[in-house]
């Protein structure tokens, strides 16, 4: 069965500090796609990253970095020098097919709190 | 690139009403919209799949006579939720397949609609 575990509920951090995001999946098949969209107070679910189950390159795009093993079915997401503006709900979520009509299978998120 | 617009944010309504939401992709064609409902401080969870010029497939436990969804053309799907009761008050989320849209595969969602029904 497929599925996202995002064992965190809620973290609270203070500015500048680093704070990783856990995301763990389970799935089946061989290809596939794993997914980070952040959703901030205004309910509007933005897009972060996309990656397929064939690129274990881990990416950095700013202060947001990336960390994918397949050996761990692991997608872990951390954030440097954290900022108040990255409060938001993050959502780990796995498509099974790069086609069109797939589904995306969305883990429970994880709250982030970052205090001035 | 790649947004998508959805009408109303917030709606208000009283029970027993219909109310239409709607979601466009506004710079690319989408043949797939998706329907999701969130609860407070919960997941995403996905009502139906909508295909552009056919029905849409509804997830198991989703009533297809409530949750009315038409996906007209490549721009539009929308949402009927008919007959509305408190119990349906929930935040409604849509989002577009960017498959079309240098072929991404990406889904990308609008802002949601706060539906309140009293």
């Known amino acids: 069965a497929q599925k996202v575990t995002q064992a965190q509920t809620e973290i609270s951090v203070v500015e500048k500090e680093d704070v990783t995001l856990d995301c763990v999946y389970e799935t089946r098949d061989t290809t596939y796609y794993l997914f980070w969209y952040k959703q901030p107070p205004s309910g509007e679910l933005v897009f972060l990253i996309r990656?397929?189950?064939?690129?274990?390159q881990n990416e950095i795009s700013g202060r947001y970095s990336w960390n994918f093993q397949k050996s761990t079915s692991s997608f872990n997401f951390t954030i440097t020098a954290s900022q108040v503006v990255d409060s938001a709900v993050y959502f780990c979520a796995l498509s099974e097919a790069p086609y069109n009509t797939d589904k995306l299978i969305f883990g429970t998120g994880t709250r982030l709190q970052v205090f001035p | 690139g790649a947004v998508v617009s959805q009408h109303p944010s917030r709606v208000i309504c009283k029970s027993g009403t219909s109310v239409k939401i709607e979601c466009r992709s506004l710079d690319f064609q989408a043949t797939t919209m998706f329907w999701y409902r969130q609860f407070p401080k919960q997941s995403l969870m996905l009502m139906a799949t909508s295909n552009e010029g056919s029905k849409a497939t509804y997830e198991q436990g989703v009533e297809k006579d409530k949750f009315l969804i038409n996906h007209a053309s490549l721009t539009l799907s929308t949402l009927t939720v008919t007959s509305a009761h408190p119990e349906d008050s929930s935040f409604y989320i849509c989002?577009?397949?960017?498959?079309?849209?240098?072929?991404?595969?990406?889904?990308?969602f609008g802002a949601g609609t706060r539906l309140s029904v009293l």
């Open positions: 990656r397929n189950s064939f690129d274990e």
């Open positions: 989002s577009a397949n960017s498959a079309g849209f240098a072929a991404k595969n990406i889904q990308y």
